[in-house]
């Protein structure tokens, strides 16, 4: 009632003048804070109004001269009277949220003060999506996460892909403080880790997100075509990898839907590690029914993939041709292909694609061993110059 009165008192009276500037005070959470006010005793020596300190946004009167007129035990006024000054201190110990706003302190109708009091608060992270913080998605599709944060000042938000900053992904939902970061195209080195943290002046806090990116498997085995002889027993040995780890993973013929069982000597199939699967055969090559084109073939849920290669029944024994193959068992390029190449001689079957550097390669290759070969010879003759040297020395 008395409130109102107040406010309405100081609503019909035209301030005469200004005797103070609107101050700020910042105060963190759980701070004290001390709201002075002071009128000089002469200024107006006849006055005998008190001085009340007010909330501006609610409208409550907080202290009639020295005594608090609110239920908070946290408001205290610190009188200080001298011969020439009257100050009344609002003090607030343990500042809430609430607290912030604007304090007036008059005195009759003169404002002897006005304060904003700014409470700061640090920033908290009050939603986030996806809510169980996992993300699963398929390579190629695009991943979308989301922070929402609230503290003040206005915390800023930064995201981060495996600690690395995609500034350019992010945009903020105009009139909300939710910030949201689109992973496009996601692949599957993006999998790991997304955090969005918001900082104000006070602190900093995040959120960390686990991002699962799902690839179908990547096929790889150690050549495209080699030559073997009928009763030779070759060792192929296919890598799968893929997330989740492949299910079917197997070897076969072209366009059978069913894997290899003839001619299979030995068969390993080796998980290692939570990406890869290792799949090993022996062959026993004992009739020429078994040259021929052959598939390692693997599947998962994001997809199906497999690689090619031709084992060819060598005729003819010349140097050349066992060189040939034998490089070629040895060449690294041992990349996913889903072609096969139809170089030399003796094609089993038709092939789709024709590929050039497997043939390069096999040059390079040979040129290096002349070298080597050349390197040794020298080597070898050094090594008989010393032992006839150290057999002159001792006669
Ligand atoms: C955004 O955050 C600021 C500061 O925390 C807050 O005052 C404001 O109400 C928020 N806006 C929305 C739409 O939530
Ligand atoms: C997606 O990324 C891959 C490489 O990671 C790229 O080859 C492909 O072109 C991209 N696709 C689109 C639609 O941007
Ligand atoms: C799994 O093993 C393969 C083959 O040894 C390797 O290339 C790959 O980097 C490994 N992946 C992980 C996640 O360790």
């Not at 070759?234 to 013929?253: G, H, V």
């Not at 894997?259 to 004992?286: A, M, W, Y």
């Amino acid at each position: 009632m008395l409130s109102i009165v107040v406010i309405t008192y100081i609503l019909l009276i035209q301030q005469p003048y200004q005797t103070y500037q609107l101050e700020t005070i910042e105060a963190a959470l759980a701070s004290t804070v001390e709201l002075s006010c002071s009128v000089g005793q002469n200024i107006e020596p006849t006055s005998p109004a008190k001085i009340i300190w007010i909330r501006d946004d609610r409208a409550d009167i907080v202290s009639l001269d020295s005594v608090i007129t609110v239920r908070d035990r946290r408001l205290s006024i610190l009188t200080m009277t001298s011969i020439d000054r009257e100050e009344r201190i609002l003090r607030i110990t343990n500042v809430e949220e609430q607290d912030h706003g604007l304090y007036r302190c008059i005195r009759g109708d003169i404002t002897l003060n006005e304060i904003l009091l700014d409470v700061l608060i640090p920033p908290r992270i009050t939603s986030h999506a996806p809510e169980d913080m996992r993300m699963i998605v398929r390579e190629g599709k695009d991943a979308r996460f989301s922070c929402t944060a609230t503290g003040r000042p206005t915390p800023t938000i930064v995201w981060q892909v495996n600690g690395l900053s995609r500034p350019t992904l992010v945009t903020t939902i105009a009139g909300t403080n939710e910030s949201v970061l689109i992973l496009r195209n996601v692949s599957r080195f993006d999998s790991g880790r997304v955090d969005c943290s918001a900082t104000n002046t006070l602190s900093t806090v995040n959120r960390q997100f686990l991002l699962d990116v799902k690839y179908r498997p990547t096929v790889t085995v150690p050549f495209h075509w080699s030559y073997f002889r009928v009763n030779d027993s070759p060792t192929i040995t296919c890598l799968a990898c893929s997330s989740p780890p492949p299910t079917t993973f197997d070897f076969f013929r072209p366009k059978h839907a069913n894997p290899i069982t003839k001619g299979i000597k030995d068969k390993f199939d080796e998980v290692l590690n939570q990406t890869c699967r290792q799949l090993t055969i022996t062959l026993h090559l004992s009739d020429t029914s078994l040259f021929g084109a052959y598939v390692c073939r693997a599947k998962n849920i994001a997809g199906i993939s497999h690689a090619e290669f031709i084992i060819k029944e060598l005729i003819q024994s010349t140097k050349h041709m066992k060189s040939i193959s034998e490089e070629h068992a040895l060449t690294p390029t041992s990349i996913i292909i889903t072609t096969s190449s139809s170089t030399v001689t003796k094609n089993d079957e038709p092939s789709e694609r024709h590929i050039e550097y497997s043939y390069k390669s096999n040059t390079v290759a040979t040129g290096i061993i002349a070298e080597k070969n050349q390197a040794f010879q020298l080597s070898t003759s050094l090594l008989l110059l010393i032992v006839l040297l150290f057999v002159a020395s001792r006669c």
